[in-house]
Every structure is written in C-alpha cells, then in structure tokens.
C-alpha cells in the first residue's frame, strides 16, 4: 500500500466530491456532511461516468450519467454489477488529505 498527499480538506466542498490522480489512478475523495472522508475509482465500470460528480447521502454516491448506486465505504454496487475499488482517505490535524492505494 501507498499513500499520497492530495492536497488540503478545504479543497472539497461538503457534500461533494472532486477527482484526484493517485498512484496512476483516477480516485473520487468525497468531504460527506458530517465532515468525513470516503475515497473511490472515480470512473462508473457501467459507462466510464464521473463519479466525483455523482450524488452523495452518507451512505451511497449515484452515478451522474446512469444512476447506478456504489457503497462509499466498499465500492460495490447496489444491484450487485461490477464494484469500483475503495480507498482510504484520511485528513491530518494540518488539514491534509491522504489517500492510501494498494
């Protein structure tokens, strides 16, 4: 496992998600409401959509172009089709943002 630095939590608006590169890859880091962070492949397996640009509840982001829902803490997809890999994503006492790939 690795991890990089991303950048700074303020850079995530609460409630949404923004698309990092990461180790080579396409990571969604979402800042959900309750000031937490999730970390997910930022592209649908279904159609290629962004999900950093997806919908977020505190549970699920919903992909932007075909509604197919991923569970934020494990990646898979609610009616059991291909899952998305899960990261971890964790905020320090600075205010910076790493994510952990494998």
Excluded at 29 to 40: F, N, W
Excluded at 50 to 57: H, Q
């Amino acid at each position: 496992m690795s991890g990089a630095n991303i950048g700074r939590v303020d850079d995530i608006p609460v409630g949404e998600g923004r698309a990092f590169a990461v180790d080579g890859e396409q990571v969604a880091v979402y800042r959900l409401r309750d000031g937490t962070l999730r970390a997910l492949g930022a592209v649908c397996p279904h159609r290629g959509g962004p999900l950093a640009d997806g919908l977020t509840d505190e549970r699920v982001v919903v992909c932007p172009l075909h509604g197919r829902a991923y569970d934020l803490e494990s990646g898979v997809a609610a009616d059991g089709a291909d899952a998305v890999c899960a990261y971890r994503a964790t905020v320090d006492s600075d205010g910076a943002v790493t994510v952990t790939t494998r």
